[in-house]
Structure formats: structure tokens, C-alpha cells
């Protein structure tokens, strides 16, 4: 017997407002038969062939240290540092630079609401090195 993930979920302020902003993120739709609405205590967002969900829950207690688990994002086109570019454009912040000489590495960011995530190389930049 195995498991599977169901959705990745993350706890937050404000379930409506940062589903909003991951989906702009990632690209990813609502359930047109349940629509995400302002106010609600649960949000989801899913990738578009449905294979990946992410569940927005609201809870009474701020993030006060760092993420045990988080997202790493690679852009499908273009590079690490037009995708920096382009979320930090829509309201992220970094949180640590750990890009090598050589083009190796990440940066760390944080949403929103504080959640840290983290940007690797894209596809090309990556095919491109070996």
C-alpha cells in the first residue's frame, strides 16, 4: 500500500487574496464549480491538467519562523532572473541570494504572506550547462 498527496496546503491570513496570487504565479485555475470567493476560509488552486493542487487555509496565528517545506519553482521558458523579475513584479520579496559564479543556485523568496519559496535555474539555462 502507498500513499499520494492529495494538495499541498498552506496556512495563511487570507485564503482568497494569496490563491489569488499563486495562481497569477503558477498558472493555475480555480474549480469552476467551486469558485474561490473573497472571504473564504479555504481556497484552491490547481495546476491545468490537474495534477497538482494547492489548498489556501486560513488560521489564527501569523508565520513567525522559517518553512520546513516549500515550493521550488523552475521556469518552463526563460531564465531564473526574468522569473525573479517577473515575481518580485507581482509582490515577492527575497529573502536570500544563493546564485554561484557559474550560474548554479537559487534564490530564496517569500510571498505575500511571509511563505518562502524558491527560484532554481530554467529548463534552457539548465540544458544549456549539462
Known amino acids: 500500500m502507498t500513499s499520494y498527496v492529495s494538495h499541498t496546503t ?12 499563486w495562481r497569477v504565479v503558477l498558472d493555475y485555475r480555480e474549480d469552476p464549480a467551486d469558485p474561490n470567493e473573497p472571504g473564504d476560509e479555504e481556497c484552491m488552486i490547481a495546476s491545468a491538467d490537474g495534477r497538482h493542487r494547492l489548498l489556501f487555509i486560513e488560521v489564527p496565528d501569523a508565520k513567525r519562523v522559517k518553512n520546513r517545506v516549500h515550493l521550488d519553482l523552475r521556469p518552463a521558458e526563460g531564465t531564473r532572473d526574468a522569473e525573479l523579475a517577473r515575481l518580485t513584479g507581482l509582490g515577492a ?3 536570500a541570494d544563493r546564485r554561484n559564479p557559474d550560474g548554479t543556485g537559487w534564490v530564496v523568496l517569500a510571498d505575500p504572506e511571509g ?12 540544458a544549456a550547462t549539462g
Open 10 to 21: 498552506v496556512d495563511c491570513t487570507d485564503a482568497y487574496a494569496l490563491s489569488r496570487w
Open 93 to 95: 520579496t527575497v529573502v
Open 115 to 126: 511563505n518562502e519559496f524558491c527560484i532554481l535555474r530554467g529548463e534552457a539555462e539548465v
